[in-house]
């Protein structure tokens, strides 16, 4: 095997307990270099000394990384921090430590709470750091990248998105062939709708566009999508009013995997359905194919957070997408977009002559929608409530200018309860949860800042206008440790 470098990844175990994944000596024989990130770097660490272990302290967020110079050293130690100065912002997420610097390494960099937050062999090639470079909240973190990938395994730099769309369409016509039907959900949000732009590039009125109403939609989404794709990207869309079917088959559930599961298993057999009734309209046809394809505007990060190495313990959440769908369906599965992340899908979106106002659209959880933006059961007075208390956020959002420097804003409900004095009445009602982040690829994300007085007035209106509610609460957790949605 020929590789011109390798990148050992972050993941959710310790490397000194019994199941954790370990690389291979092979690996380290290949003789190219090796950057290890977060776990990564603790493998590195294991294999040569087997010196990490459980820390004192976690350590999540933004943290201050000092980089230490070895001038009269190998000229290879110092080049993974080249044209980066004496210190940077990163973004650690991680529980485990090294004790102590295995032989024949150099520490390049250090935090308060890490004091081998970045490591170096003294004569190979490898490399180890603690943080987080591929995530925008380590700020230079492409700079760091390209010093690894370009300068240090002088690998070719030739990806665009140009490159990418002509790839892809070539790649969706040499699938589906000169006949072959291929039908998609759509939701609005920015990924299927790309999804499905492409794929209308690719094979025109072939492909079929199905908006399934499952009773989790946003404030008169369904008018507002089928328009959209309709009018202004031509786009032919199937509605399917399934919202009664949903909201039944969720009854009394209250686990939030459960409900997702459930979800994507009712869509699938809702697409399957609608599946078999082109393939009568096909039948009468000689120049149409039957329908062969399902496409789903799957990210590369939906694939991280829901695919465990071993089992399900350590999936952070089911994307309906990636967890919901049968093991096995009748149609094959077609994802443009499952290697990109939400930027991307972004650039991609625009390249495509996609509005700017439905690029820049908040991400929406697309399959389970609403429902995991309530904890526990799902009921239709609390549809009611979290739809009506979104809407308001989102119009105070785009009335003030801060939509768009928004990357994700919405409203949860908590089942939670509290008292509240209403026309000098007590009133024992629901908490709305206000969340709004700042991210551009979403694997991580900050709080964002609203003026108090803003505030104030959407909680007003919320209170006021919501019944039902009768407080109002903010999520100020970063991701990590928190995600982004609720559940």
């Known amino acids: 095997m020929y590789s011109q470098g390798i990148i050992l990844s972050g993941g959710p175990y310790s490397v000194y307990e019994d199941n954790a994944p370990h690389i291979e000596q092979a690996i380290f024989d290949l003789g190219c270099p090796i950057l290890g990130i977060c776990y990564g770097l603790q493998e590195i660490a294991h294999y040569f000394a087997q010196n990490v272990l459980a820390g004192e302290k976690r350590e999540y967020g933004q943290a201050k990384l000092k980089i230490e110079h070895h001038k009269g050293k190998a000229v290879h130690i110092d080049r993974l921090f080249n044209g980066l100065g004496d210190d940077l912002e990163v973004w650690m997420s991680h529980g485990d430590k090294i004790s102590h610097l295995p032989e024949s390494f150099a520490t390049i960099a250090t935090t308060s709470n890490a004091p081998f937050a970045g490591i170096a062999h003294d ?15 380590t700020p230079r973190e492409t700079e760091l990248l390209k010093n690894f990938a370009v300068d240090i395994c002088e690998a070719r730099q030739h990806w665009t998105m140009d490159e990418f769309i002509g790839k892809e369409i070539a790649r969706i016509r040499a699938l589906v062939g000169e006949k072959d039907q291929v039908i998609g959900g759509v939701s609005g949000g920015v990924d299927s709708t790309v999804t499905a732009r492409l794929m209308h590039e690719a094979i025109g009125q072939r492909f079929h566009a199905i908006l399934v109403d499952n009773g989790f939609l946003r404030q008169d989404e369904a008018k507002t999508v089928y328009k959209t794709l309709t009018e202004h990207l031509g786009i032919k869309v199937t509605v399917i009013d399934a919202s009664e079917r949903f909201l039944a088959d969720l009854k009394s559930v209250t686990d939030p995997e459960q409900k997702c599961k459930i979800i994507g298993r009712v869509f699938w057999e809702v697409f399957k359905e609608a599946a078999e009734k082109l393939k009568i309209e096909a039948a009468s046809c000689p120049r149409t194919g039957d329908v062969e394809w399902f496409a789903q505007g799957t990210l590369y990060l939906d694939v991280i957070e829901s695919i465990s190495f071993k089992g399900p313990s350590q999936t952070i959440k ?61 009921t239709e007075p609390e549809l009611r409530m979290v739809r009506q208390a979104d809407k308001i956020f989102t119009d105070e959002l785009v009335a003030a200018g801060l939509y768009r420097t928004t990357s994700q804003a919405f409203v949860a409900l908590s089942k939670d309860r509290a008292v509240s004095v209403m026309g000098d009445k007590r009133v024992w009602g629901q908490i709305a949860r206000l969340r709004a982040v700042q991210s551009s690829d979403f694997m991580t994300a900050k709080r964002s800042r609203f003026d108090d007085d803003w505030l104030d007035m959407v909680v007003a209106r919320i209170t006021n206008e919501v019944e039902g509610v009768t407080r109002v609460e903010m999520d100020l957790t970063s991701k990590p440790p928190g995600t982004i949605e609720m559940e």
Do not use: C
């Open 123 to 137: 004569t190979k090639p490898y490399y180890g750091i603690q943080f987080h470079p591929e995530v925008t909240h």
């Open 318 to 378: 089911t994307h309906h997408n990636v967890g919901g769908l049968p093991a096995e369906m009748d149609l094959k599965l077609i994802e443009p977009l499952r290697e990109l992340f939400k930027d991307e899908v972004r650039e991609l979106g625009t390249k495509l002559g996609i509005d700017d106002e439905l690029v820049w659209r908040h991400p929406f959880p697309a399959g389970p929608g609403l429902a995991i933006r309530i904890s526990g059961e799902v």
